[in-house]
């Protein structure tokens, strides 16, 4: 069955630094999605991606954020100078076609700033 | 902005029994319903996918309703087991929400 691969599982940061999560969406799929989850807090919107822009982003992606499709199968998202509450799970999610068909998500990327 | 909630917060049931677990949402105007497993530090499986037009999916002891004149969504677990423990969550795709899920743990 088609997966949503995320890399790295785990990354570590020092606070200020940049980081970028990666994600391969499946092959066939038009939209992309990244959340997060703090730990132990609900699942958090942070902004869809489709036809190489932004559709739609949450109070939450602010400037701090940026998303990039650099090629036909990468989607990526960046924190510029990470801070210490932006450690969280970090969720890709894609469909095939929105909005009759739901969300795949990858299992995710574990961010953790000191 | 949609907004999803979900009741109860927590459930503890010991096996074998029959529960459901509820989500409501805002905004009727969506094309289908999405139920998800979360388990601890893990990522989100898909259950079950309703779509607008039918009310309801079932897959194994899973069975999902959908009203979307009411607004809400019921997720139905026969004969639990401990191995359904865990977070389940509910989302309408479009709008990207979740509800905060439901902390189901099954006892032996």
């Known amino acids: 069955e088609p997966e949503v691969t995320q890399t790295p599982s785990h990354q570590v940061t020092q606070m200020g630094q940049e980081v970028i999560l990666r994600c391969v969406p499946i092959s066939n799929h038009l939209y992309f999605y990244w959340y997060r989850q703090i730990l132990g807090q609900k699942v958090e919107f942070l902004v869809s991606f489709y036809n190489n822009e932004i559709s739609e982003k949450s109070e939450i992606f602010d400037d701090q954020f940026s998303v990039e499709r650099p090629d036909g199968s990468n989607f990526t998202l960046k924190i510029r100078s990470t801070k210490l509450e932006d450690s969280a799970m970090y969720f890709c999610?894609?469909?095939?076609?929105?909005?009759?068909?739901?969300?795949?998500f990858g299992s995710g990327t574990r961010l953790t700033v000191v | 902005k949609q907004e999803v909630t979900q009741i109860p917060a927590a459930l503890s049931v010991p096996e074998g029994e029959n529960l459901v677990l509820n989500c409501s949402f805002t905004?009727?105007?969506?094309?289908?319903l999405q139920w998800f497993r979360q388990d601890p530090g893990k990522g989100l499986t898909s259950l079950l996918l309703i779509q607008s037009s039918q009310r309801e999916q079932t897959s194994g002891r899973l069975n999902a309703s959908l009203d979307k004149s009411s607004g809400r969504s019921t997720l139905y677990i026969a004969a639990s087991q401990p191995g359904d423990s865990a977070t389940y969550l509910c989302a309408p795709p479009q709008g990207g929400r979740f509800g905060a899920g439901t902390r189901l743990t099954v006892k032996p």
């Open positions: 905004d009727s105007a969506i094309y289908n």
């Open positions: 999610a894609s469909s095939e076609s929105r909005p009759n068909y739901g969300y795949t």
